[in-house]
């Protein structure tokens, strides 16, 4: 079973400044590597996957980069709208797993 | 549009059952793989249990085997979760979602999600 580490638990920051999000995996998930957001109330919602391709909709402040087993989810300027938890999520071998989060607040 | 709207969750005592149900549209039903992944409350996530496109791949997280099935009706455009045995363990929101590839040997990247229902086990 593969198990994702995120760090940080917690990453304080201020509208504006750039977000740097990490995970790491207990083996290797090749580029099978994908970032949600979620929001308090909200259901998840897809950002990144295969470690670098945006969803649809997504706008180009999110990127997504890595392989093998560590992967950096950045946001290269925090939008209010921005401070959520996020969540890492391997699909390359099951049973599928999720990173325990962290969570983006405001500073 | 797409749209996954689940029914079903509410309040069970342990060892009893519920059938959570998901009804989609905006999207070819038919051609995608459906997803159950669960959060119990203030916690991550977890994937729970997957079905390919035809009902014939599935998956199941080693915790809920033997006690849920999952299935679809592709001429009615729902997905459903059949939870037997409850265990307080299993209290969560589950969410309904919707596979990005058509196809289950890429399946594992969902991109649209349900709001979610929530199923609590309880005495």
């Known amino acids: 079973e593969i198990v994702l580490t995120q760090s940080p638990a917690t990453l304080s920051l201020s509208p504006g400044e750039r977000a740097t999000l990490s995970c790491r995996a207990s083996?290797?998930?090749?580029?099978?590597l994908a970032w949600y957001q979620q929001k308090p109330g909200q259901a998840p919602r897809l950002l990144i996957y295969d470690t670098s391709n945006r969803a649809t909709g997504i706008p180009a402040r999110f990127s997504g980069s890595g392989s093998g087993t560590d992967f950096t989810l950045t946001i290269s300027s925090l939008e209010p709208e921005d401070f959520a938890v996020y969540y890492c999520h391997q699909r390359s071998n099951w049973p599928f797993s999720f990173g325990p989060g962290t969570k983006v607040d405001i500073k | 549009e797409v749209q996954l709207l689940e029914s079903g969750g509410g309040l069970v005592q342990p060892g009893g059952s519920l059938r959570l149900s998901c009804a989609a549209s905006g999207f070819s039903f038919s051609d995608y793989a459906m997803t159950w992944v669960r959060q119990a409350p203030g916690k991550g996530l977890e994937w729970v249990s997957t079905l390919g496109e035809t009902g014939v791949n599935t998956y199941y997280v080693d915790s809920v085997k033997g006690r849920f099935t999952i299935s679809r009706d592709n001429s009615k455009n729902t997905l459903h979760l059949q939870m037997n045995s409850l265990r307080a363990e299993d209290t969560a929101i589950y969410y309904c979602a919707k596979d990005r590839r058509g196809n289950w040997k890429y399946v594992g990247t969902v991109d649209y999600w349900g709001q979610g229902t929530l199923v609590t086990v309880s005495s």
């Open positions: 083996q290797s998930v090749s580029s099978f």
